[in-house]
Structures are given as structure tokens and as C-alpha cells.
């Protein structure tokens, strides 16, 4: 079974940066969405960010659209989440997560963001940005 640790949060100023790592163990599918995702306190868990055994850029939400970079490396089966000019509005707990053999990869941009869409998950990582 898939395992994912997430890792990397912690308390920064407004402008501050920080990147969040994630682990993956139990890994084997060949064809995959690997997602991130923070929810707010009182808020609903929202997608940040997404990429797909396909490789090619990125998908990003609005809010990170600029700010945040999505990155793997291949070697040691982590996915980064590099966070730059963070905002006080950025504070949550992020989550990494993993859709394995997606069917309709063609329609990504209509429902990668959805925590639904989503098999295996990290225990997430404390984001606390100050002003």
C-alpha cells in the first residue's frame, strides 16, 4: 500500500519561504496523480497543486499560481512543494496525495483539485505564516 510523509512545515513571516517535502513508499504504479492539497481552519481541503506520471508542467491553483513550485525527484520518490512570498492567508496543513492509474487524465484540469478524486494520503504539515 502506498505510504506518504509529509514534511517541511513551520512558522514563517509574511514574505518567507518554505519547502514542503513528501515521501513516497509503497509506490509501484506506473501511471499516477501525485497532489497537493491544504485546508484551513474552518475551511475545506483545497488542491494547491498536481503533476501526473506524464510529466510536463504542472497544474496550480490561483493562489499559488507565481508563488508556489511542484517538483519531484524521481530518485528518491519525493515530490517537493517549494513556497515562496507566503501570505498569512497561506496558513494550513498541507497535504500531499496519490491517485494511482487515473482514467481520464485528458479532463485533468476539471477535477485534479478535488480531495475526492484522491486514494492515498499524508498525515500533513503545519503551515503558519504571520504578518
Known amino acids: 500500500e502506498v505510504q506518504l510523509q509529509a514534511s517541511g512545515g513551520g512558522s514563517v513571516q509574511a514574505g518567507g519561504s518554505l519547502r514542503l517535502s513528501c515521501e513516497l513508499s509503497?509506490?509501484?504504479?506506473?501511471?499516477?496523480?501525485i497532489g497537493w492539497f491544504r485546508q484551513a481552519p474552518g475551511k475545506v481541503r483545497e488542491g494547491v497543486s498536481c503533476?501526473?506520471?506524464?510529466?510536463?508542467?504542472?497544474l496550480y491553483a490561483d493562489f499559488a499560481e507565481g508563488r508556489y513550485t511542484m517538483s519531484r525527484d524521481n530518485n528518491k520518490d519525493t515530490v517537493y512543494l517549494q513556497m515562496d512570498n507566503l501570505k498569512p492567508g497561506d496558513t494550513a496543513v498541507y497535504y500531499c496525495a496519490v491517485l494511482e492509474f487515473p482514467i481520464a487524465l485528458s479532463r485533468l484540469r476539471s477535477w485534479w483539485s478535488g480531495p475526492e478524486e484522491y486514494e492515498f494520503w499524508g498525515q500533513g504539515t503545519l503551515v503558519t505564516v504571520s504578518s
Open positions: 509503497g509506490f509501484t504504479a506506473a501511471e499516477w496523480v
Open positions: 503533476i501526473t506520471h506524464l510529466g510536463g508542467t504542472p
